[in-house]
Each structure stands twice: as structure tokens, then as C-alpha cells.
């Protein structure tokens, strides 16, 4: 795996730069993750990163403007809070929307996965937390 810090331009969604991370003394714990990234924006789109080679692998139309993500634990996926009150599940391989969550009014302000990823909190700003179940995506 990878180790590395990502600057991006949020004007243009392009990646500028990749710095390695440096290497830290008697930790016993890295920072670490696969070599891609996912960014959504206001601009609908949910890009899908390949980090090795500074280029977008994969790049969706989302129907609202993206607010947050959270990867769906170590799996493909990863849910997408968005302006419209929803969040859509993404699978990253494919850049297919699979899955599409309601029950809120109003922008979602964040996703978060449970420790035992079985479930995906969102919350919103209409004042309402959701809890949805996820063993489909583990």
C-alpha cells in the first residue's frame, strides 16, 4: 500500500500534487490506505482518483451536489450525502450508483459507518439523524 498526502485544486477538482508521507520513529502504526481517492462537489460530480498515476480513474454524475462521503468500511463502495436529502451508495470499480437512501428533507451534512460497518448514520439539515443498514456492502 501507498502512503501519501493529497493536495487538491477545488476550483478545477484536478490533482495537483501526491507528497509522500515521511517516515515517523518508534510508531508502531502507519497511515495507510489503497492507492485511490474519491472527491464529490457542488458541480454533481463524484470522481473516482487513481492516486498512483494523478489521474481521475473514474468520474460519475450524481443527480444533487455532493456534501460528504464515507467509505463503506474496506469495501468498494462509498455513500455519498448529497443536497437533495439522499445518500447514494457508489461502487467505485464500476462508477454505477447501486443504491439510493431517503428519509431526509434537506441537505445531508454527514455519513459516518458504524465500527462494525453493518450500519451508515447520516445526518441532515433538517435536523434528523438516520440509520441505515449495510451488510449488503461489506
Known amino acids: 500500500m501507498l502512503q501519501f ?6 476550483d478545477k477538482g484536478s490533482l495537483l500534487e501526491v507528497f509522500p508521507f515521511p517516515k515517523r520513529r518508534n510508531t ?16 454533481n460530480k463524484l470522481i473516482f ?11 460519475c454524475d450524481n443527480e444533487d451536489g455532493v456534501t460528504c462521503l464515507s ?3 474496506a469495501s468498494k463502495y462509498i455513500a455519498a450525502g448529497c443536497v ?12 454505477d450508483c447501486v443504491r ?5 428533507s434537506d441537505a445531508i451534512q454527514s455519513v459516518a459507518v458504524s465500527a462494525d460497518r453493518n ?6 439539515l433538517d435536523g434528523t439523524a438516520r440509520v441505515f443498514e ?4 461489506q
Open 5 to 10: 498526502t493529497v493536495k487538491t485544486c477545488c
Open 28 to 43: 508502531d502504526k502507519e497511515i495507510t490506505f489503497p492507492p485511490w481517492a474519491a472527491t464529490g462537489s457542488m458541480d
Open 49 to 59: 482518483w487513481d492516486l498512483q498515476h494523478s489521474s481521475p480513474r473514474c468520474t
Open 71 to 73: 467509505w463503506l468500511g
Open 84 to 95: 437533495d436529502g439522499k445518500v447514494r451508495i457508489w461502487d467505485s470499480l464500476s462508477g
Open 100 to 104: 439510493i437512501l431517503s428519509g431526509h
Open 119 to 124: 450500519f451508515l448514520l447520516s445526518v441532515s
Open 134 to 137: 449495510i451488510p449488503d456492502f
